[in-house]
């Protein structure tokens, strides 16, 4: 029985939050552009808050030619004026705090769009000083070890620049070239940014892409010494501005490589678990937790202070980088059967279309995110099951307008629907006409009403967010059974992976002398001994164990 720790000697607001990824110009069109923006989602805070959201996760907010949604940057201190104002960012803000809510922003620190000033400084004048804030080569033969990650798009890490004269480096598409983090100026151009922005009163960052900063020849450029170095200078930074500010990482590597960007608790706070994702689909698939047994026993225990972010989608492909090629290969012919459904390593596929739109499917995938490990992210729109389009290009087809209601334009805007950004989903089952946030919140067992009710029953519960973590023994591979447990409360969590109604039997003589009470309409008990019960096809309990007699 392996145990995974937390280590939280004091609270820490993350280590128990629930955070939502908002694709801002997805989610609500306040001036009928066709484009969500900030005043849109002031308007619809209280309906995040009573999801039960803790801390929004913004997607890039700022100028941008748009090559990569946002991700590629061409003005750091600004906000997209597709997206409202600074005025507006502020008022963001308040009206979250004053609901008890933050709000983080992706920062990309990796690279920037070739539209930045910088870029163009940099191509234009060999002499200029921004020709340093880029990685420049008369060859394309450097760094040969470093992969491909944009593998359907990108042939090589280097592109030649015609006005430049040279070579640039970059790990993304070409139109987002790699800032040179060997340059002082670079490292500190990046502090003043965050400063501008914690100066603001953002409550933190999504660090976008921190693997690949340095480059070293023989090296495959990810999880270099240097960019650790990097990055804990700017959490000491980070942190000297706001003790509170949350830096969230997105290491997509194995364990043991994530583990180094916590550092000794003075590195991120936070790190997505890429590797635990697909195993979570991986184990529904078949049936089977060995594939979340065996991650979990590779994943270690964390310094203190620090917490992993677990999420089953985002904004991006289901990665299938961190799988081994027979596994992907057995993910593509399982949950992408058509070759529109996938992208580069992964699925470009919506969380319910990935589950068939089948009712308990989502919900025991929703119990293992709330259960588990971590702090758990949900990503728009999958709170009431949204579809996707496979028909757009790249990852499109995942960031469709929000739907609100039946009315046109899924009530997303006024706008003219040949305006919007993206055409909202129309099709016989995931169609806005009837599904819908505001026909969920009629219906009382809908998807949205009912996380709605379990996100509130973790709420009352720490030991999800910061308890150790210890998977039990069971002969039934279909079970996947744990405790987590902290200095308050000691909690049991059964799910079951299969389709098909499954008999387990838990040995909980370590607890004889508690009681067992179902936190959702189980069954309560004591808890001598063994533990025997049936859950029905994805069924799923959780229960506190307890020596209270009440
Ligand atoms: C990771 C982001 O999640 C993705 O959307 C983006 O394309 C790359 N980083 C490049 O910034």
Redesign the pocket.
Same mark, same amino acid.
């Given at each position: 029985m392996k145990k995974l720790s937390t280590n939280n000697p004091r609270r820490l607001w993350y280590q128990d939050a629930i955070f939502y990824e908002v694709n801002l110009r997805a989610f609500y069109d306040s001036n009928a552009d066709g484009h969500g923006d900030l005043p849109g989602l002031i308007r619809k805070l209280d309906y995040l808050r009573e999801l039960g959201v803790d801390c929004m996760w913004l997607m890039p907010i700022y100028p941008s030619p748009r090559n $990569? =949604?946002g991700? $590629?940057i061409s003005d750091y201190c600004n906000i997209d004026p597709v997206f409202g104002t600074l005025d507006d960012f502020k008022d963001l803000l308040d009206e979250s705090h004053r609901r008890g809510m933050r709000v983080i922003t $992706?920062l990309?620190l990796?690279?920037t769009s070739d539209q930045h000033p910088w870029f163009q400084a940099a191509r234009a004048d060999r002499r200029s000083p921004y020709r340093d804030f880029y990685v420049w080569s008369d060859t394309d033969q450097k760094y040969r070890d470093a992969r491909i990650i944009?593998t359907d798009t990108e042939e090589s890490n280097w592109t030649f620049d015609p006005v430049a004269g040279q070579y640039f480096w970059h790990r993304?598409?070409k139109s987002?070239p790699d800032l040179n983090y060997d340059n002082p100026e670079v490292q500190q151009a990046m502090l003043d940014i965050a400063k501008f922005w914690l100066d603001l009163g953002i409550d933190g960052f999504r660090v =976008?892409?921190p693997p690949y900063l340095f480059e070293r020849e023989g090296t495959s450029c990810e999880n270099l010494p240097e960019t650790h170095a990097f990055l804990k200078k700017f959490r000491a930074f980070v942190e000297a501005q706001n003790p509170e500010a949350l830096l969230l990482s997105?290491a997509n590597q194995w364990p043991e490589e994530v583990r180094e960007y916590f550092g000794d608790g003075d590195e991120m706070h936070m790190n997505f678990h890429f590797p635990l994702m697909p195993r979570i689909f991986q184990s529904l698939a078949l049936a089977d937790r060995a594939p979340i047994d065996e991650i979990l026993a590779r994943t270690p225990d964390l310094p203190p202070g620090c917490q992993w972010a677990t999420f089953l989608r985002?904004? =991006?492909e289901l990665t299938l980088e961190m799988v081994t090629s027979e596994v992907r290969q057995f993910m593509w012919e399982f949950y992408a059967p058509q070759p529109r459904m996938r992208l580069n390593r992964g699925i470009r596929r919506r969380l319910a279309p990935l589950l068939d739109n089948h009712p308990a499917r989502l919900r025991v995938a929703h119990s293992i995110l709330l259960t588990l490990i971590g702090s758990p992210t949900l990503y728009y729109g999958d709170e009431i099951g949204m579809g996707d389009n496979i028909q757009l290009e790249d990852?499109n087809g995942v960031r469709t307008p929000m739907q609100w209601d039946d009315s046109p334009n899924a009530g997303f805007s006024a706008a003219r629907a040949e305006q919007l950004y993206a055409p909202v989903i129309v099709d016989e089952t995931y169609g806005y006409q009837r599904l819908n946030v505001s026909s969920q919140e009629r219906e009382p067992d809908s998807l949205l009403n009912w996380l709605r009710r379990i996100i509130h029953i973790r709420r009352l519960y720490t030991a999800f967010g910061d308890g150790t973590l210890c998977l039990l023994s069971c002969e039934n591979p279909a079970i996947l059974a744990y405790i987590r447990h902290n200095s308050n409360q000691t909690l049991l969590v059964v799910n079951n992976l299969s389709s098909q109604p499954q008999s387990f039997r838990l040995n909980l003589a370590r607890w004889s002398e508690h009681t067992r009470a179902a936190l959702l309409d189980g069954e309560s008990g004591p808890s001598h001994g063994d533990f025997q019960s049936t859950l029905p096809g994805y069924g799923f309990q959780w229960y506190e164990l307890s020596t209270n007699v009440s």
């Open positions: $990569d =949604d991700y $590629d $992706d990309v990796n690279h944009f993304f598409y987002q =976008d892409a997105e985002c904004h =991006d990852r």
